[in-house]
C-alpha cells in the first residue's frame, strides 16, 4: 500500500487541521491505518490509529476528545480531524497501514507493527 499525507500547515493554538492519508494499491478495506507523529528531538509516537471497521479506533491520551479520526473506503483515504491545536502538537505527522487479518481486531499504536508508511506532513502550531 502506497500513502501520500497532505493537510499539515502552520496553525494559532486552538486552531483546527484536518489531515488526509491517501492509500493507493490492493487491499485497502485490509489495512489498519494508523497516524504517528515525531517532533524534533523526540522518538516517533502513535497519535491514533483506526481499524478495518471504523468504529474500532484508538487515540493516545494526549489527543483524546481533541484528535478524531475517520476513513473512507470509497476514497480509500483516512482523515485525521485536529481541533483545539497546541504547542505540544507540533511534529511531523505520518500516516502508516499494515494488515489486519481478523476483522474484529482493533488496531495497534505501535509502530513497529505498520509496514508501509508515507512521507509525512508537517503541522506546526504557534502564535
Known amino acids: 500500500l502506497q500513502l501520500v499525507e497532505s493537510g499539515g500547515a502552520l496553525v494559532h493554538p486552538g486552531g483546527s487541521l484536518r489531515l488526509s492519508c491517501e492509500a493507493s494499491?490492493?487491499?485497502?478495506?485490509?489495512?489498519?491505518i494508523g497516524w504517528f507523529r515525531q517532533a524534533p528531538g523526540k522518538e516517533r509516537e502513535g497519535v491514533s490509529c483506526i481499524s478495518r471497521r471504523s468504529g474500532d479506533t484508538r487515540y493516545a491520551d494526549s489527543v483524546k476528545g481533541r484528535f478524531t479520526i475517520s476513513r473512507d473506503y470509497t476514497k480509500s483515504t483516512v482523515t485525521l480531524q485536529m481541533d483545539d491545536l497546541r504547542p505540544e502538537d507540533t511534529a511531523v505527522y505520518y500516516c502508516a497501514a499494515y494488515i489486519i487479518h481478523d476483522p474484529q481486531t482493533v488496531c495497534v499504536l505501535n509502530p513497529q507493527s505498520f509496514d508501509s508508511w508515507g512521507q509525512g506532513t508537517q503541522v506546526a502550531v504557534s502564535a
Open positions: 494499491g490492493p487491499n485497502f478495506t485490509y489495512h489498519g
